[in-house]
Protein backbone atom coordinates (compact mmCIF):
# COMPACT_ATOMS: atom_id res chain seq x y z
CA UNK A 1 0.00 0.00 0.00
CA UNK A 2 1.30 3.28 -0.66
CA UNK A 3 2.34 5.82 2.00
CA UNK A 4 0.26 8.60 2.15
CA UNK A 5 1.26 10.03 5.23
CA UNK A 6 1.13 14.21 4.83
CA UNK A 7 4.66 16.18 4.38
CA UNK A 8 5.39 19.31 5.90
CA UNK A 9 6.92 21.07 3.10
CA UNK A 10 6.68 24.92 3.67
CA UNK A 11 7.12 25.97 -0.39
CA UNK A 12 7.07 22.58 -2.07
CA UNK A 13 8.97 22.24 -5.28
CA UNK A 14 8.09 20.78 -8.97
CA UNK A 15 10.02 17.89 -7.86
CA UNK A 16 8.20 17.59 -4.46
CA UNK A 17 4.96 17.69 -6.22
CA UNK A 18 5.84 14.77 -8.62
CA UNK A 19 7.24 13.01 -6.13
CA UNK A 20 3.85 12.90 -4.59
CA UNK A 21 2.34 12.06 -8.29
CA UNK A 22 4.98 8.69 -8.46
CA UNK A 23 3.72 7.51 -5.11
CA UNK A 24 -0.10 8.16 -5.55
CA UNK A 25 -0.40 7.30 -9.12
CA UNK A 26 -1.97 3.88 -8.92
CA UNK A 27 -4.71 5.49 -6.86
CA UNK A 28 -5.19 9.13 -8.09
CA UNK A 29 -4.81 7.89 -11.99
CA UNK A 30 -8.03 6.05 -12.26
CA UNK A 31 -9.84 7.96 -10.13
CA UNK A 32 -9.45 10.74 -12.59
CA UNK A 33 -10.11 8.31 -15.77
CA UNK A 34 -13.10 7.55 -14.69
CA UNK A 35 -14.95 10.37 -13.46
CA UNK A 36 -16.31 11.30 -16.82
CA UNK A 37 -14.50 14.58 -16.30
CA UNK A 38 -12.31 14.70 -19.23
CA UNK A 39 -15.02 14.29 -21.82
CA UNK A 40 -17.07 17.58 -19.83
CA UNK A 41 -13.93 19.25 -20.80
CA UNK A 42 -13.42 18.91 -23.91
CA UNK A 43 -17.57 19.59 -24.84
CA UNK A 44 -17.38 22.86 -22.84
CA UNK A 45 -14.50 24.03 -25.42
CA UNK A 46 -15.85 22.71 -28.48
CA UNK A 47 -16.56 26.13 -29.80
CA UNK A 48 -12.92 27.28 -29.06
CA UNK A 49 -10.99 24.56 -30.35
CA UNK A 50 -9.45 24.32 -33.14
CA UNK A 51 -10.39 22.60 -36.38
CA UNK A 52 -8.62 19.09 -35.98
CA UNK A 53 -6.67 17.42 -35.55
CA UNK A 54 -5.04 20.45 -33.90
CA UNK A 55 -2.66 19.53 -32.71
CA UNK A 56 -3.23 20.12 -28.88
CA UNK A 57 -0.94 20.55 -26.13
CA UNK A 58 -1.99 18.73 -22.61
CA UNK A 59 0.36 20.37 -20.11
CA UNK A 60 0.69 17.77 -17.04
CA UNK A 61 -1.09 15.11 -18.95
CA UNK A 62 -2.05 12.77 -16.02
CA UNK A 63 -3.88 9.90 -15.96
CA UNK A 64 -4.39 10.54 -20.19
CA UNK A 65 -8.19 10.78 -19.96
CA UNK A 66 -8.42 14.63 -21.41
CA UNK A 67 -5.79 13.43 -24.48
CA UNK A 68 -8.24 10.50 -24.93
CA UNK A 69 -11.20 12.55 -24.99
CA UNK A 70 -9.92 14.39 -27.31
CA UNK A 71 -8.44 11.69 -29.37
CA UNK A 72 -12.31 10.45 -29.27
CA UNK A 73 -12.56 14.11 -31.36
CA UNK A 74 -9.92 13.38 -33.93
CA UNK A 75 -7.57 15.83 -32.22
CA UNK A 76 -3.85 15.32 -32.44
CA UNK A 77 -2.03 15.25 -28.99
CA UNK A 78 0.89 16.02 -27.47
CA UNK A 79 0.67 14.76 -23.57
CA UNK A 80 3.25 15.96 -21.55
CA UNK A 81 3.79 14.50 -17.49
CA UNK A 82 6.43 14.18 -14.95
CA UNK A 83 5.45 11.65 -13.21
CA UNK A 84 6.19 8.61 -14.85
CA UNK A 85 4.30 6.52 -12.12
CA UNK A 86 1.05 8.91 -14.26
CA UNK A 87 2.60 8.04 -17.40
CA UNK A 88 2.59 3.85 -16.74
CA UNK A 89 -0.66 4.14 -15.07
CA UNK A 90 -2.18 6.01 -18.29
CA UNK A 91 -0.49 3.91 -20.78
CA UNK A 92 -2.43 1.09 -18.65
CA UNK A 93 -5.65 2.42 -18.19
CA UNK A 94 -5.63 3.32 -21.94
CA UNK A 95 -3.31 0.95 -24.13
CA UNK A 96 -4.73 1.84 -27.64
CA UNK A 97 -4.68 5.85 -27.26
CA UNK A 98 -2.36 7.29 -30.05
CA UNK A 99 -1.07 10.77 -28.01
CA UNK A 100 2.26 11.50 -27.57
CA UNK A 101 3.69 11.27 -24.34
CA UNK A 102 6.75 14.16 -23.23
CA UNK A 103 8.79 13.58 -19.56
CA UNK A 104 8.41 17.60 -19.14
CA UNK A 105 7.60 19.86 -16.61
CA UNK A 106 7.20 23.86 -15.71
CA UNK A 107 7.80 26.10 -15.57
CA UNK A 108 10.64 25.63 -18.15
CA UNK A 109 8.60 22.88 -20.37
CA UNK A 110 12.46 22.21 -22.02
CA UNK A 111 12.25 19.40 -23.54
CA UNK A 112 8.70 20.69 -25.82
CA UNK A 113 10.58 23.83 -26.45
CA UNK A 114 13.38 22.38 -28.11
CA UNK A 115 11.16 20.42 -30.54
CA UNK A 116 9.81 24.01 -32.12
CA UNK A 117 6.46 23.05 -32.25
CA UNK A 118 3.98 25.43 -31.85
CA UNK A 119 -0.05 24.63 -30.82
CA UNK A 120 -3.25 26.61 -31.26
CA UNK A 121 -4.84 25.37 -27.93
CA UNK A 122 -3.00 24.35 -24.71
CA UNK A 123 -5.06 22.24 -21.80
CA UNK A 124 -3.43 22.74 -18.33
CA UNK A 125 -5.35 21.09 -16.10
CA UNK A 126 -5.13 21.75 -11.87
CA UNK A 127 -0.91 22.28 -12.55
CA UNK A 128 -0.83 25.61 -11.64
CA UNK A 129 -0.53 24.85 -7.84
CA UNK A 130 2.40 23.47 -7.79
CA UNK A 131 4.62 26.21 -9.40
CA UNK A 132 5.97 28.05 -7.38
CA UNK A 133 4.93 31.47 -7.39
CA UNK A 134 9.28 32.83 -8.32
CA UNK A 135 8.35 30.71 -11.12
CA UNK A 136 5.31 31.73 -12.71
CA UNK A 137 6.97 34.72 -14.89
CA UNK A 138 8.68 31.91 -16.55
CA UNK A 139 5.88 29.51 -16.63
CA UNK A 140 3.63 32.16 -18.64
CA UNK A 141 6.75 32.80 -20.82
CA UNK A 142 7.36 28.76 -21.53
CA UNK A 143 3.29 28.40 -22.32
CA UNK A 144 3.38 31.69 -24.69
CA UNK A 145 6.27 30.50 -26.52
CA UNK A 146 4.58 27.36 -27.47
CA UNK A 147 1.39 28.93 -28.57
CA UNK A 148 0.53 30.05 -31.99
CA UNK A 149 -0.47 33.23 -33.14
CA UNK A 150 -4.06 33.85 -31.88
CA UNK A 151 -3.40 30.12 -30.23
CA UNK A 152 -5.59 30.08 -26.96
CA UNK A 153 -4.66 28.60 -23.50
CA UNK A 154 -7.40 27.00 -20.71
CA UNK A 155 -6.00 27.01 -17.14
CA UNK A 156 -7.58 25.38 -14.71
CA UNK A 157 -6.62 26.61 -11.03
CA UNK A 158 -7.49 24.52 -8.11
CA UNK A 159 -8.98 26.44 -5.21
CA UNK A 160 -9.39 25.52 -1.67
CA UNK A 161 -7.49 23.73 0.83
CA UNK A 162 -4.34 21.03 -0.48
CA UNK A 163 -5.01 17.59 0.78
CA UNK A 164 -2.44 16.56 2.88
CA UNK A 165 -0.71 14.02 1.49
CA UNK A 166 0.10 16.71 -1.22
CA UNK A 167 1.13 19.90 -0.46
CA UNK A 168 0.79 23.13 -2.95
CA UNK A 169 0.62 26.47 -3.41
CA UNK A 170 -2.91 28.62 -3.71
CA UNK A 171 -3.33 30.47 -6.94
CA UNK A 172 -5.52 33.11 -6.92
CA UNK A 173 -7.24 33.52 -10.43
CA UNK A 174 -6.75 37.26 -10.27
CA UNK A 175 -3.14 37.14 -9.80
CA UNK A 176 -2.75 34.32 -12.38
CA UNK A 177 -4.92 36.30 -15.00
CA UNK A 178 -2.67 38.78 -14.77
CA UNK A 179 0.36 36.90 -15.05
CA UNK A 180 -0.99 35.98 -17.94
CA UNK A 181 -2.22 39.79 -19.35
CA UNK A 182 1.04 40.78 -18.51
CA UNK A 183 2.69 38.41 -21.43
CA UNK A 184 -0.03 40.05 -23.47
CA UNK A 185 -2.72 37.47 -23.09
CA UNK A 186 -6.71 38.75 -23.62
CA UNK A 187 -8.77 36.93 -20.87
CA UNK A 188 -11.83 35.63 -22.67
CA UNK A 189 -13.37 33.79 -20.06
CA UNK A 190 -13.38 32.83 -16.52
CA UNK A 191 -15.69 30.02 -14.96
CA UNK A 192 -15.84 27.93 -11.45
CA UNK A 193 -16.50 24.14 -11.95
CA UNK A 194 -15.97 20.97 -9.63
CA UNK A 195 -13.13 19.08 -9.96
CA UNK A 196 -14.17 15.66 -10.84
CA UNK A 197 -12.68 12.43 -10.27
CA UNK A 198 -13.91 12.23 -6.80
CA UNK A 199 -12.77 15.61 -5.57
CA UNK A 200 -14.52 17.81 -2.98
CA UNK A 201 -12.02 20.92 -4.54
CA UNK A 202 -13.44 23.62 -6.85
CA UNK A 203 -11.84 25.04 -9.78
CA UNK A 204 -11.43 28.40 -11.70
CA UNK A 205 -11.01 27.95 -14.97
CA UNK A 206 -9.19 30.72 -17.08
CA UNK A 207 -9.45 31.12 -21.28
CA UNK A 208 -7.10 33.00 -22.40
CA UNK A 209 -6.11 34.15 -25.87
CA UNK A 210 -2.13 34.75 -27.13
CA UNK A 211 -2.09 37.71 -29.30
Known amino acids: MADVSPRADASPSVDDAIADYDR???????????????????????????????PVLDIGAGSGAHAVAFEAKDYRVVAVEPSAGMRAQ???????????????????LAVVRARGERFPFIL???????????????????????????????VALRQGPPP????????????????????????????DHGGGGG?????????LRKP
Open 199 to 207: SDAGFVRLV
Open 24 to 54: LAGTLAPRYAGSGAAERLVRRHAAILPKPPG
Open 90 to 108: ALTLFPDMDAEWIDDRLPD
Open 164 to 191: ADRPMYEVLPDAIAADFRAAGFEELERS
Open 124 to 154: INAVWMHVPPADRASAVAAVASLLTPGGIVS
